[in-house]
């Protein structure tokens, strides 16, 4: 992955309903940062990003009250629920690589798979990194990870809790 997964061409807001989302786009982005600053704590999260190429699963918004989960950036996150220890996105038109910062209770695997449910490659965060306690990975990991026709992402931790802020992906 070079470096210009450092500097997404376009921040997707959420859509709330069929009136606000866009039939089309003007232009087709290559890269897309999601922006969670406009949904409300606590709110479910799954197609608010539909238009922009991506459907989350078992995921929630937050503003951490927790100092040990603090937001990579502004201060609201995502977050695995109502179960705990595993969020999913899936990506309609596949995506190429995608980066994310990840604060967790517990060791943490970020896989990727095709649309075929083959696995494609993992990343790990090998364990806990929150805020505050003595480990040698800071709070916020950046995962990058990259991978022919990813359709489907999983976060998993194992029942632990995490966070996942900043997400961005190439086409």
């Not at 922006?35 to 078992?58: A, H, I, M, T, Y």
């Not at 309609?92 to 980066?99: E, F, M």
């Not at 490659?121 to 990058?144: F, R, V, Y």
Request: proline share 10%; net charge negative; with cysteine.
């Amino acid at each position: 992955m070079d470096d210009s997964m450092n500097a997404p061409n376009f921040v997707a807001f959420p859509c709330r309903n069929q009136a606000t989302m866009p039939s089309n786009l003007l232009v087709s982005p290559n890269r897309v940062q999601l922006s969670f600053e406009e949904l409300k704590c606590f709110e479910v999260v799954d197609r608010q990003f539909e238009p922009w190429g991506v459907r989350f699963r078992n995921c929630i918004a937050i503003r951490p009250s927790n100092p040990a989960f603090p937001p990579h950036s502004g201060t609201t996150v995502l977050m695995a629920a109502p179960k705990n220890g595993w969020l999913e996105a899936t990506f309609p038109h596949w995506v190429r690589s995608l980066k994310a910062f990840v604060t967790s209770s517990q060791r943490l695997l970020l896989s990727v798979y095709n649309s075929d449910n083959e696995l494609l490659a993992q990343i790990e965060i090998p364990e806990p990194n929150l805020a505050g306690i003595d480990s040698p990975i800071p709070p916020n990991k950046e995962l990058l990870i990259e991978a022919p026709n990813i359709y489907r992402i999983n976060f998993c931790a194992f029942d632990g809790q995490f966070t996942v802020d900043d997400l961005s992906f190439e086409f």
